[in-house]
């Protein structure tokens, strides 16, 4: 392929994969706000509570993609070096970060699963009162078929499944924890987990999952370990490509501006000796 051919090629990739990502981000961004705005987030009584809520999260990530992609995505289309400078410096800072996360998540691999229980018993205590925290809880349950960290009876650790609590839910479990939470397989059956905590192994094993979720979560990750690390290493690979592309292209940038400097003083001097 010719050399500028391959310039081009080169540019064409950092400027697709800019204007992809900056599509993501800006989705991302979106869907933060939303849930930010949907759950009245900015509200006076809850703007306390904003620090720990999830869709921040989601906001702050959207935010950054898509504005790192933009800069970075204008700065090749327009050869601004002063953007590709600052994109390729915080790209690198970022794949630097994530190395050095791999290698704490290795080194602490032993203590992920207390890290793991903690979040797991945090989220149960605020069930009620955390939407997000709610609809990842449950989606753990079900999705892997479970019910509360260790046991079904940790959810004696929320106040409304409690069995001193007064309300209906006592000695409860949420329904994301049955074997069958639809009534005649249609209709979402919220009861199917009151009295679960009574329940003994072997009565309770027909009606909700008796596994914790933490013992599914690690055997979730050692099966998919393969595609972990594969999808870990794509990312790190494409990031690392895109700081090669990067400096290439800022390389032709310098290259073609002291060429065309070269030829104004060219010009300029053979047009003094006429």
Same mark, same amino acid.
């Given at each position: 392929i010719p050399s500028s051919w391959r310039d081009y090629i080169l540019k064409c990739l950092l400027v697709t994969s800019n204007l992809l990502f900056t599509v993501l981000g800006l989705v991302t961004l979106v869907v933060g706000l939303w849930g930010l705005?949907? @759950?009245?987030?900015f509200a006076q009584e809850k703007i306390s509570g904003i620090r720990t809520d999830p869709m921040l999260l989601f906001t702050f990530l959207g935010f950054i993609l898509a504005l790192l992609s933009l800069m970075g995505c204008v700065g090749a289309l327009r050869e601004n070096m002063c953007l590709l400078r600052t994109f390729s410096a915080v790209v690198l800072v970022l794949?630097?970060?994530?190395? &050095?996360? $791999?290698?704490? &998540?290795?080194? /602490?691999? #032993?203590?992920?699963?207390?890290? /793991?229980?903690? #979040? *797991? &018993? =945090?989220?149960? $205590?605020r069930y009620q009162n955390d939407l997000d925290l709610r609809f990842i809880t449950d989606e753990?349950? *079900?999705g892997l078929q479970c019910c509360g960290a260790d046991t079904y009876r940790d959810w004696g650790i929320n106040v409304y499944f409690?069995?001193? =609590?007064?309300g209906v839910q006592a000695c409860g479990v949420p329904p994301s924890c049955c074997i069958d939470p639809l009534e005649n397989g249609t209709v979402w059956n919220s009861q199917c987990g009151v009295g679960a905590q009574k329940l003994d192994e072997f009565s309770a094993q027909s009606v909700i999952f008796l596994g914790g979720c933490m013992g599914s979560i690690s055997r979730w990750i050692e099966q998919h370990s393969g595609v972990i690390v594969t999808v870990v290493i794509i990312l790190l690979g494409v990031q690392i490509l895109? /700081?090669?592309i990067t400096a290439h292209l /800022?390389? @032709?940038?310098?290259?073609s501006r002291r060429m065309r400097k070269h030829k104004q003083h060219r010009y300029f001097f053979s047009y003094k000796e006429r």
């Open positions: 705005i949907n @759950k009245e987030s794949v630097v970060a994530q190395v &050095l996360a $791999v290698v704490v &998540l290795y080194s /602490l691999q #032993g203590q992920i699963e207390d890290y /793991l229980r903690s #979040g *797991m &018993l =945090a989220a149960m $205590v753990i349950q *079900m409690n069995c001193s =609590a007064p895109t /700081l090669f /800022l390389q @032709k940038i310098r290259w």
